[in-house]
């Protein structure tokens, strides 16, 4: 994806494929994800302030 790992996400397009999807994941399935997931998860802090993100964009727009 252009933002995250997709090796770390689950995917499914419909309910009937998640609830498959949901039963098949086990320990190997998170061990195998993990690298992934941890990667996700450092990609994502970025996101958490979304007001500050905002503020930090306005400012980087009105010094141009």
């Given at each position: 994806g252009n933002f995250f790992d997709l090796n770390g996400i689950?995917?499914?397009n419909s309910f009937p494929e998640l609830?498959?999807?949901?039963s098949s994941i086990?320990?190997?399935t998170y061990?195998?994800?993990l690298e992934a997931i941890?990667?996700?998860?450092?990609r994502a802090q970025q996101y958490i302030?979304?007001?500050g993100?905002?503020?930090?964009k306005i400012i980087e727009?009105?010094?141009k």
């Open positions: 689950i995917q499914f609830l498959m999807q949901c086990n320990e190997e061990k195998s994800k941890e990667t996700n998860f450092q302030d979304v007001t993100n905002v503020e930090k727009i009105l010094k």
